[in-house]
Every structure is written in C-alpha cells, then in structure tokens.
T-cell receptor
Framework: AQRVTQPEKLLSVFKGAPVELKCNYS??????LFWYVQYSRQRLQLLLR??SRESIKGFTADLNKGETSFHLKKPFAQEEDSAMYYC???????????FGKGTRLSVIA | GAVVSQHPSWVICKSGTSVKIECRSL??????MFWYRQFPKQSLMLMAT?????????EQGVEKDKFLINHASLTLSTLTVTSAHPEDSSFYIC??????????????FGAGSRLTVL
C-alpha cells in the first residue's frame, strides 16, 4: 500500500535559518514524489517533483530510495516561505496521488 | 499554465438540500479528475476519482449515493452532495491531470469550495 508520512505537523524556524521538512514514503513500485505548497488563502500548487531535479524558490528535494525519503530543504528560510507543505506520492498512469498530512512551516522574523 | 476553476467557492445550504460543485479545466483536457475533502487544519482526503465517460471510482468509506460525481466532458466534473447534513460541511477540492502527459503526474488544483450546511 502507498503511504506518505510527514512526521512534523508544525515546524517553526527563524528567518535565515536552514529548513528541512521531512517526508518518508512506503511504496513497493517505482515512486514519483512531489512537494505541494499551500500559502495562506491560496490553492494548492506544485512546488517541485523529484524527476525534475530542480530548485524552486530555493527549495530542493532529493529522492533517497534507500531511506524511502524525499525531504524538502532550503538553506535560508524567508518569511514568505510560511505555508502548509504537503508531500505526495504517485506512480504512472491515472492513479491518484497520496498525500501526507502536511507540515505547517512558520518562519519567524 | 494549467488552470482549474471551481465553482462555487463558498456555499451555505440548509440541511436536506443538495449542492452541486463544478470543477473545470480551463485550458487543457482532463480525462481524469480527483475530488478531495479537507477538514480544518488537516490533510487532503481523496474521495473519488472522476473518469470522463465512465463511473467514478470511490475510496473506501465514501458513499457514492451521497456524493454523486459526473464527468460528462473532458473539461468538466461535478460533485453533488445530496441531502446534505451538517457533518458534510467541509472544504472540497478538485484537481485535474493534463491529458497531454507533458505534466507527467502533476495535478492542478482548484481553489476549493467551502460547504457549510446549517
């Protein structure tokens, strides 16, 4: 069964501090991992996906199949990063994504 | 980029009435759309997968007679909450996957519809 675990409900960091939002997954096949972000009063939007290997808004995430993790990182947090972050797991085809419970990031000035 | 429109964004209804929520992909075709429910400060719970031209696939525990889904065209899926009760009050979010496949498994989300049943 597919499962996504985000162990932290809330993460508070000071502006300029490094951020790491943890995500672990459980899936027997070849996974596709995503990070979605929801800013206050806005819709969910894609932040990044592992196959793109890109950095968006300073965030990066590396898929570690050995540890079944896809942690989201940013070296220097900014106030505008405060949002709800969801890790999601998918596979090929039209199957739905499975979301973690989300982590609320609060960046303190 | 891909845009998904949801309507209405907020609806209040009396207990026992039915409410229809529309989800439209504005600039792409979507054979498959997904309906999620989000409780306050909680994650998204997948309710059903909406398939154009065929029956929706419901997740375990979701009553298909309660939450009717119709995906009549490649750009429109509707969710009807029938005989709504206060416990159905929630935030309903739809998402769609671009059929062209250029977005891989990427979902585009609507802004959500907040339902309040009195």
């Amino acid at each position: 069964a597919q499962r996504v675990t985000q162990p932290e409900k809330l993460l508070s960091v000071f502006k300029g501090a490094p951020v790491e939002l943890k995500c672990n997954y459980s899936y027997s096949g070849s996974p596709e991992l995503f990070w979605y972000v929801q800013y206050s009063r806005q819709r969910l939007q894609l932040l990044l996906r592992h196959i793109s290997r890109e950095s968006i808004k300073g965030f990066t995430a590396d898929l570690n199949k050995g540890e079944t993790s896809f942690h989201l990182k940013k070296p220097f947090a900014q106030e505008e990063d405060s949002a709800m972050y969801y890790c999601a797991l998918g596979n090929s085809g039209n199957t739905p994504l499975v979301f973690g419970k989300g982590t609320r990031l609060s960046v303190i000035a | 980029g891909a845009v998904v429109s949801q309507h209405p964004s907020w609806v209040i209804c009396k207990s026992g009435t039915s409410v229809k929520i529309e989800c439209r992909s504005l600039d792409f075709q979507a054979t498959t759309m997904f309906w999620y429910r989000q409780f306050p400060k909680q994650s998204l719970m997948l309710m059903a997968t909406s398939n154009e031209g065929s029956k929706a696939t419901y997740e375990q525990g979701v009553e298909k007679d309660k939450f009717l889904i119709n995906h009549a065209s490649l750009t429109l899926s509707t969710l009807t909450v029938t005989s709504a009760h206060p416990e159905d009050s929630s935030f309903y979010i739809c998402s769609a996957r671009d059929d062209t496949g250029s977005g891989a498994n990427v979902l585009t989300f609507g802004a959500g519809s907040r339902l309040t049943v009195l």
